[in-house]
């Protein structure tokens, strides 16, 4: 979870961290036992048992506090914002949700534009930026990532992958040309993604209910959903291109357009002895520009197996997020859980580090389309509701990968 500025939290919010907070002190407990055990070789099947059982109980505690901080980030329901006036086109496509009506949304400038043959109109900019709010809420990747909205089909980057040569000269000293920097240019396509939320009439026509909030409340998660997982691994055909579907080799020869990795020695695993060994590598084998803003990627059972790590010293090496709204820490780093990134296993790319801002672009083509349906599925009205979003890395250098493998 990425770090935000927020007011005083909620009492719900400080008992959900306090809850957290509870069972990672509970969990380090047991797990000491549990090594002291194994140190003087007399390991006990239901100490193994407990420290299970704990770190589940604090999985579900950092779920419940996730949760909690989501939903304190979402949008106002549009009863409780401030009232504002209700612009022609915005008043033209509610008539057009709640009853079909069409009249008036070919006049309301913005409606129609850019609309394929196949029907719909191009929702209001309240809309968008509602679903767009949501969608940054509840996708990690949108949290730590750059995020540019784009008028096109596709987002072209000038890139300089080898920079501009500089030289020291004398006062007087001539100054020959230096070495002019390589340019290149990175596409960043937008696919097409689509949601088809369903409602009965009877919710259409209620006066109470906002249109703009329960369409963006019923998309956010199936969009959300699909975007991390193609922002990870997508292929990049007719989606996003993920972070892990690039070529990825030793750090030590990586080239641009592939992603360095640091190999943990064993295959399709942590080394048995000082796996910490493996993290340092991994963070230092980032530059120094990136490690300023680097953060650690990883899976929910990824993390659980990082929290029994300890340091030379003894000391754990993740760190529980003191506060509402902050990051637990590895290694003193932030870590961001994304669920779509590998478990442990041979040959897996499971941790990820660096600066994702620098290194990872997500392009939002504007406009967000939505088709009534009242047919297809009666008595509910569907809603074929379609936003254009790519992505890709944009540097290679600021992303680094630990791979479970011996070389």
Not at 44 to 52: F, I, N, P
Request: hydrophobic share 45%; aromatic share 8%.
């Amino acid at each position: 979870m990425k770090e935000t500025k927020q007011g005083p939290a909620s009492p719900e919010a400080r008992a959900a961290l306090a809850e957290m907070l509870a069972a990672f002190e509970g969990f380090k407990a047991a797990n000491d036992q549990r090594l002291a055990a194994i140190e003087s070789k007399s390991a006990d099947v239901l100490l193994e048992e407990k420290v299970s059982r704990i770190d589940a109980a604090l999985n579900a505690a950092q779920d419940r506090l996730d949760r909690v901080l989501a939903d304190s980030r979402r949008p106002a329901l549009a009863s409780e914002a401030p009232a504002a006036r209700v612009d022609e086109r915005k008043a033209a496509f509610d008539r057009y949700v709640k009853t079909g009506e069409t009249a008036g949304l070919l006049e309301a400038k913005g409606l129609s534009e850019g609309v394929a043959t196949a029907g719909g109109y191009v929702a209001p900019p309240e809309l968008e930026r509602q679903i767009l709010r949501r969608l940054a809420a509840t996708s990690p990747m949108r949290e730590i990532c750059q995020v540019r909205t784009i008028g096109g089909g596709t987002f072209r980057k000038p890139v300089s992958p080898t920079g501009l040569a500089a030289a020291w000269v004398a006062e007087t000293a001539a100054r020959p040309e230096t070495t002019a920097p390589t340019l290149d240019v990175i596409d960043f396509p937008a696919g097409e993604l689509y949601a088809s939320p369903a409602a009965t009439q009877a919710l259409l026509d209620d006066a109470y209910v906002s249109i703009d909030e329960w369409l963006a409340e019923e998309v956010q998660d199936a969009f959300a959903a699909q975007e991390t997982a193609a922002f990870v691994a997508g292929d990049g055909v007719n989606k996003p291109k993920g972070l892990l579907a690039y070529t990825a080799a030793p750090d030590a020869s990586y080239t641009w357009g592939q992603l360095g990795y640091v190999a943990t020695g064993v295959a399709g695993n942590w080394p048995a002895s000082n796996p910490t060994d493996k993290l340092i590598d991994l963070i230092y084998s980032a530059r120094a520009q990136y490690r300023q803003n680097g953060r650690f990627v990883l899976n929910r059972r990824t993390v659980s197996a990082v929290r029994k790590f300890k340091d030379a010293q003894g000391n754990y090496i993740w760190n529980a997020a003191l506060q509402p709204g902050q990051s637990a820490s590895l290694l003193g780093f932030p870590v961001t859980e994304i669920e779509a990134m590998p478990d442990v296993g041979a040959n897996s790319l499971a941790v990820a580090f660096g600066d994702f801002e620098k290194g990872y672009l997500i392009v939002d083509r504007a406009g967000v389309r939505v088709l009534r349906d009242p047919y297809s599925a009666k008595p509910h009205v569907l809603f074929y509701t379609t936003k254009r979003v790519g992505g890709g890395v944009q540097n290679f250098d600021a992303v680094k990968l630990l791979k479970f493998s011996v070389s």
